[in-house]
């Protein structure tokens, strides 16, 4: 059974790492509705930053919100 919400933590990783670590998970989102990246805050936002832009545009992606805490960004995949 697949979850609505998604959680994946990416910092840490190269940007090329978040990325193939976010598309496995976006290509297996069936049923989701909202995958939550944390790509940190701390260290810098050129991760956040590159996710953002990245999946700004992607075909399963239908906006960007950003969340509560400044080292999330949470890609909405389909409306409630």
Same mark, same amino acid.
């Given at each position: 059974?697949? $979850?609505?919400?998604?959680?994946? *933590?990416?910092?840490?990783? $190269?940007?090329?790492?978040?990325?193939?670590?976010?598309?496995? !998970?976006?290509? #297996?989102? *069936?049923?989701?509705?909202?995958?939550?990246?944390?790509?940190?805050?701390?260290?810098?936002?050129?991760? #956040?930053?590159?996710?953002?832009? #990245?999946? #700004?545009?992607?075909?399963?992606?239908? !906006?960007?919100?950003?969340?509560?805490?400044?080292?999330? $960004?949470?890609?909405?995949?389909?409306?409630?």
């Amino acid at each position: 059974m697949q $979850t609505a919400f998604i959680e994946i *933590d990416v910092h840490g990783l $190269t940007r090329e790492q978040a990325f193939t670590a976010i598309d496995a !998970r976006l290509r #297996r989102a *069936d049923g989701a509705y909202r995958l939550r990246v944390i790509p940190g805050y701390h260290g810098g936002t050129v991760l #956040r930053d590159a996710i953002r832009t #990245r999946y #700004r545009n992607h075909a399963k992606v239908k !906006r960007i919100e950003l969340g509560m805490n400044p080292g999330e $960004t949470d890609l909405v995949l389909r409306e409630l």
